[in-house]
């Protein structure tokens, strides 16, 4: 049968300089209350199943000092890896919740958020996709803003860009959907210097197809109505 420990106040599992194991199923359920370690690492190891960690308010995982990370492991018999998905639960009947990404804020420099895919040693690399979400309303689609960061002197930059390659660089496409009703504009422009004091130049716009340095001919540039 199973192992219960239940306490009035407090239930404490303790190891010195060990390690305390339990070998069976196991349900920590703090009816009021909250599960701490103190000190070391807590480990939550399903070697068959999965581990699922649910609050009825907030769930919060956090390291000191230190890092906290999610990882799956490998799969003997395909060789894959398993899939980690961070999601807000569905709701038939209102709205669901934000995800939110981001670092702490810092009295110094804040940490980076980095999307990133991983590299292949065979196979193509895989892709990273930011998509808005999709409605069956008789509204717009979620909307993908990319937008820099404000500062003191100025805001920060947006850079979209090909990796650099020996061979041939990825082509990069911004286009508007096809729509069997009005496509959507594509617009680019510089920003507008506001202030009416300043003798500073307005902001170019600068289209250059590519050099070559060899004998070769440089890129096409067309423009077409």
Do not use: W
Not at 25 to 48: N, Q, Y
Not at 154 to 178: C, E, L, M, P, R
Not at 181 to 210: F, R, Y
């Amino acid at each position: 049968s199973g192992v219960s420990m239940t306490g009035a106040k407090d239930v404490s599992l303790q190891g010195g300089k060990s390690t305390v194991s339990i070998a069976s199923d196991i349900a920590l359920d703090a009816a009021s209350g909250s599960i701490t370690s103190k000190a070391g690492s807590v480990s939550l190891d399903a070697l068959t199943s999965g581990v699922s960690m649910t609050g009825a308010e907030n769930v919060s995982l956090q390291g000191g000092s230190s890092t906290v990370s999610v990882a799956t492991d490998i799969e003997v018999s395909t060789g894959a890896s398993g899939r980690v998905a961070i999601a807000s639960g569905s709701n038939d009947i209102g709205n669901s919740g934000s995800v939110t990404l981001t670092s702490g804020n810092a009295a110094g420099t804040a940490g980076d958020v980095i999307l990133a895919g991983g590299a292949s040693m065979s196979g193509a690399g895989s892709s990273v996709r930011i998509a808005g979400g999709d409605t069956s309303d008789l509204l717009e689609g979620g909307r993908v803003d990319l937008v820099s960061g404000q500062g003191l002197s100025q805001s920060g930059d947006v850079s979209i860009a090909s990796a650099t390659q020996q061979s041939n660089s990825g082509s990069i496409s911004i286009h508007s959907g096809d729509s069997q009703a009005v496509a959507g504009d594509i617009d680019i422009k510089a920003g507008m210097s506001t202030d009416t004091i300043s003798t500073d130049n307005g902001a170019t716009v600068s289209i250059q197809s590519g050099s070559v340095a060899g004998s070769g001919l440089g890129g096409d540039l067309s423009l077409q109505s």
